[in-house]
């Protein structure tokens, strides 16, 4: 299997490679991100995505139920006995009429594809079970992430479930920013059994520090610098493929935050075509919250390009420099993308490069209208997710997508992640706290619970009024 995939340097210039049974989240030459790849010419790869569709009538096989691994072809790295799966990928897309959103789309051609439903209610279990799996292959027994929630989360339940070749348990160790972190998340991570540490510091920081942690422990790194956390990401493409009969979409639109995902679609695609699985390729929309944007700063303002591997990186130290000088941190209540710093930010300019993407940021306000509107359709997700539809509806008014596009939203993680953010929308009629309410935009999805006495003629009434209105 080793001689069929290996680690490479996605820097076309040096274009290092390694073996896979080394630990490495870098490339030792040029510091550049590496990918898992593959000689494809040496594997078995099938000549339609419709082979997929026959694993459906022996899902009683843990591999065939697994959604990352029922596709095990395309991500063909590790021996089937060492593979890892709690039953991950139970995901489907979703396909929502555009009028109950209020977006001018066709009908029929809004879709989401909703990750909350993954065992630890996040898309990050698929990219677990291809970093656990790749952890069991090179023996380790502590594996460790810097995290803003959901990372930490998943990465928790695996360690919880998976063991070593030998059947020793596997130990989580879980960096987070203190203060940093929704209370549904943090809560997975110690339920799990994982050692938590609060660090005095940001997502960006912690990370740092837990890289540095690698160096002089026997800790497997597990965040999306991790090459084999993207490879299990790339089976969120191959669902949505499978909900739109194998034919591409015209749009993908995600969140951005680390850019783990927006990397992993890329690579997915890619592959794909050069296989000759699909004929075309979707665009990529990335979108930033507000107060944590950086790839749509450095992307939409200042020009940056992957540009076949040489992407300025004057540009990119600049920006950082001045985030420094200033200190400015990421902040918004999208806390899974609160991120200042993205680790993958090359290979999400080069996914954006293949995909002939765009970048583009909403504010806080509009994600949380977004994420109620999502709600209303039975759809429950995290702050996070709802900037997808938000960053559609601006994509729409700017022309950018029309109502004849074909548009898959990612939705990456489930309502309970972030119940505070939900309650806190709902039981506030305005954004803002009260001295900021001056001017200050109504929340128009709102759906403030209504106090009432104690007495049944009163209920009746409060009953019919909401009714009336």
Not at 88 to 117: I, K
Not at 306 to 311: A, F, H, L, P, V
Not at 358 to 363: A, F, K, Q
Request: one cysteine or more; hydrophobic letters at 40%.
């Amino acid at each position: 299997m080793s001689d069929r995939a290996f680690l490479r340097c996605i820097q076309p210039g040096c274009a290092a490679t390694y073996g896979i049974s080394e630990a490495r989240y870098d490339c030792a030459t040029c510091g550049g991100l590496l990918d898992v790849a593959y000689d494809w010419d040496r594997l078995t790869v099938p000549g339609s995505l419709s082979f997929f569709a026959e694993r459906w009538a022996t899902r009683h096989e843990p591999l065939d139920f697994s959604g990352v691994w029922r596709f095990r072809e395309l991500l063909h790295f590790a021996p089937q006995k060492q593979i890892v799966t709690i039953g991950e990928g139970q995901t489907l897309l979703q396909n929502v009429d555009p009028r109950r959103v209020d977006l001018a789309l066709s009908a029929g051609n809004l879709h989401f594809q909703y990750e909350g439903m993954n065992p630890s209610g996040s898309f990050k279990d698929n990219g677990m079970a291809a970093a656990f799996t790749a952890a069991r292959m090179l023996g380790r027994r502590r594996v460790g992430c810097a995290s803003t929630g959901n990372t930490s989360a998943s990465l928790a339940l695996y360690a919880s479930l998976a063991k070593t070749d030998d059947g020793a348990p596997m130990r989580a160790v879980v960096f987070v920013g203190a203060g940093k972190i929704a209370y549904g998340k943090l809560s997975q991570a110690l339920d799990y059994g994982a050692l938590t540490l609060q660090i005095d510091a940001d997502f960006d920081a912690c990370l740092q520090r837990i890289r540095e942690a690698t160096e002089r422990l026997d800790l497997y790194l597990m965040n999306s610098v991790n090459p084999f956390r993207l490879e299990g990401q790339k089976s969120i493409m191959f669902r949505v493929l499978e909900g739109l009969d194998w034919e591409p979409p015209d749009w993908i639109v995600c969140p951005g935050g680390n850019l783990g995902n927006s990397s992993a679609f890329g690579k997915a695609f890619v592959e794909l075509k050069e296989l000759g699985l699909i004929s075309r390729m979707p665009r990529l929309a990335i979108v930033n919250a507000s107060g944590a944007n950086t790839l749509n700063e450095l992307v939409s303002r200042q020009g940056l390009k992957w540009n076949d591997g040489e992407w300025d990186q004057a540009i990119v130290d600049s920006h950082y420099d001045a985030m420094t000088r200033d200190g400015r941190k990421a902040k918004t209540i999208a806390s899974a993308i609160e991120i200042g710093r993205p680790v993958n930010l090359p290979k999400a300019l080069r996914s954006l490069d293949a995909m002939n993407g765009v970048v583009c940021e909403v504010t806080d306000d509009e994600i949380l209208d977004e994420k109620a509107r999502i709600g209303r359709n039975g759809y429950g997700c995290e702050p996070a997710s709802a900037a997808s539809l938000a960053g559609l509806r601006k994509l729409i008014a700017d022309g950018v997508v029309s109502a004849s596009d074909r548009v898959v939203c990612i939705l990456t993680g489930h309502q309970l992640k972030d119940a505070d953010a939900t309650v806190g929308y709902h039981t506030s009629m305005f954004t803002g706290d009260a001295s900021e309410r001056a001017g200050a935009p109504r929340r128009s999805m709102a759906n403030r619970p209504v106090r009432v006495a104690d007495d049944i003629d009163a209920i009746c009434a409060a009953i019919e009024k909401a009714d009336a209105s």
